[in-house]
């Protein structure tokens, strides 16, 4: 499991907004920001926590 600065550093040349904002282009409209907290956290094997504080506030 990576941390956001691993992340961040593998995508380097991206924003991880941008990451974001790709996921959720991919997933149903319904879906809330806690939902696609969690399916960035699969899709890019980061810790939940991480995810979550990283992206505080998003909603």
Known sequence: MKTMKELANKYYY??????WDNLCNDLPL???AEDIM??????YDVDINEVREYFEGME
Do not use: G, P
């Not at 991206?14 to 990451?19: G, Q, W």
């Not at 969690?38 to 899709?43: D, G, L, N, Q, V």
């Open 14 to 19: 991206i924003d991880l907004y941008d990451l």
């Open 30 to 32: 319904y879906y809330t």
């Open 38 to 43: 969690e399916e960035f956290a699969k899709k």
